[in-house]
């Protein structure tokens, strides 16, 4: 039996307890044997030790679901939903915004400081950017299509009026609905290839306390393929996702996640790990676009300098060195 | 203007079901949908009460609160409705409604759900008043027509009453002196946040 089963069987039990402890002092001057019976108050004071208790009966019609009486449980959703859930979005959304506004401010570009060397090397190859951009895709629109569940009722339905607002939203929930599956396949495929380049050691601590460079003077501890950041957002990712990804498939498939106690459950876990993972991707796609010369290249062509390999990842460089991987010349010279 | 609410007194409700069947025919109401029905609690046991629950038009509704499309409005009888051109069918009026109204025509996978439906109050939508449209969405719309929801206007023992709360809370407070007991209005305290002082 699942956990709110269980609890609603203690609670029947409960309930059926008080019954009979109201009822039983009933002597032969009432007029009605019958007339003690469990009252709304009395159902909300058992409550107060179980909020996710329902109140169950029986019903006649087939409809098993309709036999919950009461369900105050939703109260509490609803005010996750209109209080934490918001405050909890707004703060991880915008906080990561003006972080990295005040970053790209004091810090500017991050340039590679010796300069591009016009010499590249194989950072990754076509298979790593396509599931990386297939997730990153899928990705973007399922946080623009979640965040306007919660938001877009502020934020667009004044703009652009109810119809065209519910279309949108229509929109919104069969791509979320649609796109989740393509996301998944692609956390999955990251999560097999770049595993074995991502299992946190020593040297990432150092990097991490050094702020990788970032955050104060002085230059990270030479890193391999992934560095200690780059790890946290490579375990982010697979963590963030499964979670997305479990939570997702309850509230898809209602008929498994039980009732709608659990259905709650899931969307409050789905809403807190989505949030907190797109203020983990804001500073991913900052980083890796107008925050550091040179970082693009590594998911657009999959070529990078080679002075901007050396860099980050020295250690990884010397490695594909090594193993016989030449960097090639970004120019060909005439020959 | 009245402040419309239901109002089950337990103690007179024979669970007959006939306030089930009436709200099915008057609205139309699609098979797998029932807007109200009957909920026997401890069943066969001493303190047995029927109630018959709907939608019961709750005081700061839960349900247009967690509205993502913000499709629900409020009557000037404080009736709860909502709009089925605007309703995207997510479920998340589900979720917050503590009495189980919101009901969906199809409860596949995949969030195909379909519009969500719930009782009207016999009040129709937001169509024009009694036009086909607002008929084939939402039911009946008694209310324009003067009367009260069909399922407490034909109710045999009179459990179920509907009209302006405060008359039907001073029935009830009758009812209660002159037998000398009363279970209480169920679903009051949630949704109205307050109970019938005897």
């Given at each position: 039996m699942p956990l709110g089963a269980h609890l609603r069987f203690l609670f029947s039990g409960l309930l059926l307890a008080l019954a009979l402890a109201v009822a039983a002092p009933a002597g032969a001057q009432q007029?009605?044997?019958?007339?003690?019976?469990?009252?709304?108050?009395?159902?909300?004071?058992?409550?107060?030790?179980?909020?996710?208790?329902?109140?169950?009966?029986?019903?006649?019609?087939?409809?098993?679901?309709?036999?919950?009486?009461?369900?105050?449980?939703?109260?509490?959703?609803?005010?996750?939903?209109?209080?934490t859930m918001t405050r909890i979005g707004?703060?991880?959304?915008?906080g990561m915004l003006v972080i990295l506004v005040a970053f790209y401010l004091f810090r500017g570009r991050i340039r590679i400081a010796a300069g591009p060397s016009g010499q590249t090397i194989t950072r990754f190859n076509a298979f790593e950017r396509f599931m990386h951009w297939l997730t990153a895709g899928c990705f973007i629109i399922l946080a623009l299509s979640g965040l306007n569940v919660t938001f877009g009722k502020a934020l667009l339905l004044p703009l652009i009026g109810p119809q065209a607002f519910t279309n949108l939203s229509v929109a919104a929930k069969w791509s979320h609905n649609f796109l989740a599956w393509p996301f998944m396949l692609g956390v999955a495929l990251m999560f097999l290839v770049w595993i074995k380049d991502n299992i946190?050691?020593?040297?990432?601590?150092?990097?991490l306390a050094a702020g990788g460079g970032l955050i104060g003077k002085g230059h990270a501890p030479p890193a391999r393929r992934f560095n200690g950041g780059q790890k946290v957002i490579f375990w982010a990712v697979v963590l963030g996702g499964a979670a997305l990804s479990v939570s997702g498939v309850y509230?898809?498939?209602?008929?498994?996640?039980?009732?709608?106690?659990?259905?709650?459950?899931?969307?409050?876990?789905?809403?807190?790990?989505?949030?907190?993972?797109?203020?983990?991707?804001?500073?991913?796609?900052?980083?890796?676009s107008i925050g550091m010369e040179g970082a693009f290249d590594a998911m657009g062509s999959g070529e990078v300098d080679l002075n901007w390999a050396k860099e980050h990842h020295a250690l990884w460089v010397a490695e594909e060195v090594e193993k016989g991987r030449a960097p090639g010349a970004r120019l060909q010279p005439a020959e | 203007m009245a402040r419309m609410k239901f109002l089950c007194d337990a103690d007179r409700c024979i669970e007959c079901n006939a306030c089930v069947t009436a709200c099915k025919n008057e609205n139309d109401?699609?098979?797998?949908?029932?807007?109200?029905?009957?909920?026997?609690?401890?069943?066969?046991?001493?303190?047995?009460?029927?109630?018959?629950?709907?939608?019961?038009?709750c005081t700061d509704a839960p349900c247009a609160a967690v509205c993502p499309v913000d499709c629900f409005?409020?009557?000037?009888?404080?009736?709860?409705?909502?709009?089925?051109?605007?309703?995207?069918?997510?479920?998340?009026?589900?979720?917050?409604?503590?009495?189980?109204?919101?009901?969906?025509?199809?409860l596949s996978n995949f969030g195909s759900r379909g519009k969500m439906d719930k009782c009207t109050y016999c009040a129709g939508g937001p169509e024009v008043d009694l036009s086909p449209a607002e008929f084939q969405k939402y039911g009946s719309n008694r209310l324009a027509e003067g009367k009260l929801p069909l399922c407490a206007e034909m109710c045999s023992t009179k459990?179920?009453?509907?009209?302006?709360?405060?008359?039907?809370?001073?029935?009830y407070k009758e009812r209660v002196v002159k037998r000398g007991y009363g279970s209480g209005a169920w679903g009051w305290q949630t949704a109205y946040r307050e109970t019938i002082a005897i």
């Open positions: 007029v009605n044997p019958t007339a003690n019976s469990v009252r709304e108050q009395q159902f909300l004071e058992v409550l107060k030790g179980n909020p996710s208790a329902e109140l169950r009966g029986r019903v006649s019609i087939p409809d098993t679901r309709a036999a919950t009486l009461e369900r105050p449980a939703g109260r509490d959703w609803r005010s996750f939903h209109q209080g707004a703060v991880a959304v915008l946190p050691n020593l040297g990432d601590l150092r990097w509230l898809l498939y209602p008929s498994f996640s039980g009732g709608v106690l659990d259905m709650q459950f899931w969307n409050m876990v789905h809403g807190i790990v989505a949030v907190l993972m797109i203020a983990v991707m804001l500073a991913h796609i900052y980083i890796g | 109401v699609p098979w797998g949908i029932n807007r109200r029905r009957v909920v026997t609690i401890n069943d066969g046991k001493p303190g047995e009460r029927s109630v018959s629950m709907a939608c019961m038009h409005y409020t009557t000037a009888d404080a009736v709860v409705l909502h709009n089925k051109d605007l309703c995207i069918g997510c479920g998340y009026c589900f979720y917050a409604c503590p009495f189980g109204a919101p009901q969906y025509p199809k459990a179920l009453l509907a009209g302006d709360g405060e008359i039907i809370a001073q029935i």
